[in-house]
């Protein structure tokens, strides 16, 4: 396709060349030419086709990156990517050694403040504002925040606190309706009732038809209209929660109607103290397939521009869709088994929970904080909470879960997605540190599965556990395609040995196993025999089968897809030296820094957890002669 303006827009300063109707044919080119970028590529696209001409407007208007703009969640973002001069780099987006698919400061001076996260916008802006303030600059702060971040408790904590400080400060809320599943925000959800129907609706058109006949009585009955249209909105609408809070409140305003949004940022601009712009818009927002399925069109891989169907080898099933089956067929059979999670229903398997057992199913928003303490609080009743969380998003809730369930010897499950390098969503998303920040809460069980049959296995284990919490992580992976066998309980804390070999003792958990198995074939053929254990518990350790490793073997490999400082393989260390008998080990993990986007294959080579890297490191080890680690990057010492 030819574009007429796309490509002489190298930075917004472009943009403010243009006059308003020469913007609107900008919004609509940069709309095709994400879909036909993302559609080759995948990554987010329904908050961005939304967010279209917000973002042009706010460029527009604001001297950025001077007035500095924070986004929530970057899924937002990629309008703002386009025009902000990474147009010719934008088929990279989230691919290996590519532009971030999120904000990111090291990126471009226009990222203000990294979102991978959500609910941190304002927070961040206050913070932007106030030092802002300390240097006596002048420069503008607008803070924008959507797709779901609203129904984050952080959000208020921060509008609060703003309210308080009566900074100059812009809030744009870009209210879509939507998280990631339909958005759970109970606010939002009064707020859509009232004004699209009912009274309110039938006030407005009876009105505003009846008077148009009147000519200048009508034009004077309309004042008065608008005046108490203006106050029902100050009472029945989120503008008297956002004034309670200490903004002033302006809207809703259409979020797709671009000289409207000009308009309005222009007269709020240099306004005093913090102010609210509610404005609305539709997810996906210019593409068909998107409008009719936002939820779908979220996140994707490569897809038919046309129809919108998104092109999925044949294959396994992913080990989320195993879980969310074990957990209904756990359902049906105890009926104190119910599901939470943090506005990711798809992502974590539960949507299939929700489907077959609806009043089992809570989705509390992208609030994990809270999710973590209503578990709790479920689980003092003799329910069994199943909080499925990702691995990331998880590390939010790390003061409740120490306090409101370890504290407490509740009995709560937490089921890990997306534990280890989850690909192309980068650093914001691995699921890095799991092993370590759950490894060090007292009472907690952790397990981690090495393939669909154990994860089933493990499901169970955890539901019958009255023990207090206990965890299991798994990551963004397929099945291995083994038989689906009946669940069976695993006896807490129990290792099994998977392959037996004299010269060295290879101790791993999670899918690393799997890795590590294709390691030991590989070291078989350079004379390397390698005994293979599936710890499956990173916590309690199986101490009886490390006293027989230790009576064995002078040289021991610990391996993990978590963080090398306070995982797994510290773990081994520790056991180690209580039993008495300190061995030499290699602890192989993620290092000590934040692994960049890519693919799983992809970074897990980087880092040397592939099954060749893993076989290089314990030959240089060993100090077999003629061998050294191929991996010169990332390299685990």
């Known amino acids: 396709m030819e574009y007429k303006y796309l490509y002489s827009i190298n930075s917004p300063e472009d943009l403010r060349k243009l006059d308003l109707k020469e913007l609107k044919i900008v919004a609509q080119e940069l709309r095709e ?10 990554g987010h696209l329904g908050a961005s086709l939304g967010s279209v001409e917000l973002t042009l407007a706010l460029h527009y208007v604001f001297n950025t990156p ?12 990629y309008i703002h990517k386009i025009i902000t001069g990474r147009r010719d780099v934008f088929q990279t987006i989230r691919q290996f050694h590519g ?89 939002s959800n009064y707020f859509s009732s009232f004004t699209v129907t009912g009274a309110y609706n039938r006030l407005k058109s009876d009105v505003w038809d009846l008077t148009g006949k009147l000519d200048m009585v009508g034009d004077r009955i309309r004042k008065v209209a608008g005046r108490i249209e203006t106050g029902m909105k100050a009472v029945f609408t989120p503008g008297m929660l956002f004034e309670a809070l200490g903004f002033r409140y302006f809207g809703p305003f259409n979020g797709h109607n671009l000289p409207q949004l000009v308009k309005t940022f222009n007269e709020l601009k240099d306004l005093k103290g913090p102010l609210l712009v509610h404005v609305t818009t539709e997810k996906g927002k210019g593409y068909l397939p998107a409008e009719e399925d936002d939820q779908r069109l979220h996140g994707v891989v490569a897809f038919d521009k046309v129809t919108g169907t998104q092109f999925k080898k044949d294959g396994p099933p992913s080990l989320t869709k195993v879980f969310g089956e074990a957990l209904v067929e756990i359902a049906r059979e105890n009926d104190r088994v119910v599901g939470v999670t943090a506005a990711m229903p798809d992502g974590t398997g539960l949507n299939i929970l929700q489907r077959e057992f609806p009043e089992k199913f809570f989705d509390v928003g992208i609030a994990e904080q809270h999710a973590v303490t209503f578990c709790a609080g479920m689980a003092t009743q003799g ?78 284990t955890a539901v019958n556990y009255k023990g207090g919490p206990i965890a299991l992580r798994y990551p963004r992976a397929s099945a291995i395609d083994a038989p689906v066998k009946e669940m069976n309980t695993i006896p807490l804390g129990k290792a099994e040995v998977l392959r037996d070999g004299d010269d060295v003792a290879i101790l791993a958990v999670g899918m690393m196993v799997q890795n590590s ?3 030991a074939e590989q ?111 990332l390299v685990n010492k």
């Open 99 to 187: 532009i971030s698919g999120f904000l990111k400061r090291s990126e471009s001076p226009y990222d203000v403040f990294g979102a991978g996260h959500a609910s941190t916008s304002v927070s961040a802006a206050i913070g932007i504002a106030t030092a802002r303030d300390f240097m006596n600059e002048k420069f503008k702060v607008v803070a924008v925040i959507g797709d779901g971040a609203m129904t984050g408790g952080m959000a208020y904590e921060a509008m609060n606190n703003a309210g308080m400080l009566k900074k100059n400060l812009i809030v744009v809320l870009n209210d879509n309706r939507m998280s990631i599943a339909p958005n759970v925000w109970a606010v």
């Open 66 to 77: 001077v007035d500095q703009i924070v986004w929530d969640v970057g899924h937002q973002g």
């Open 517 to 519: 198995l294709k390691a």
């Open 523 to 633: 070291l078989e053929k350079e004379g390397i025999h390698a005994r293979v254990v599936n710890m499956r518990f990173v916590k309690p350790i199986d101490t009886e089968l490390m006293e027989e490793v230790a009576e064995k073997y002078d040289n021991i490999v610990t391996v993990e897809d978590s963080s090398i400082i306070g995982g797994f393989g510290s773990a081994v260390l520790e056991t180690l030296q209580e039993i008495g008998k300190p061995r030499r080990v290699l602890r192989i993990g993620l290092p000590d820094s934040f692994v960049e986007h890519g693919s799983p294959s992809q970074l897990y080579e980087l880092v040397g957890l592939h099954p060749e890297g893993l076989a290089d490191k314990v030959l240089h080890f060993l100090n077999v002669e003629g061998s050294s680690p191929r991996q010169t990057v």
């Open 33 to 42: 030419f994400l879909i036909d970028t993302i559609s080759k590529i995948g």
């Open 383 to 460: 329910y069994v909470p199943v909080a499925a969380i990702y691995s990331t998003f998880l590390q939010r809730a790390f003061d409740q879960i120490i306090h409101d369930v370890a504290l407490q010897h509740l009995h709560v499950v937490f089921v890990l997605d997306r534990g280890g390098l989850v690909g192309a969503d980068g650093p914001t998303h691995h699921g890095a540190f799991d092993l370590t920040y759950l490894r060090l809460v007292p009472g907690m069980v952790i397990m981690a599965p090495k393939d669909e049959n154990e994860l089933r296995d493990m499901l169970l």
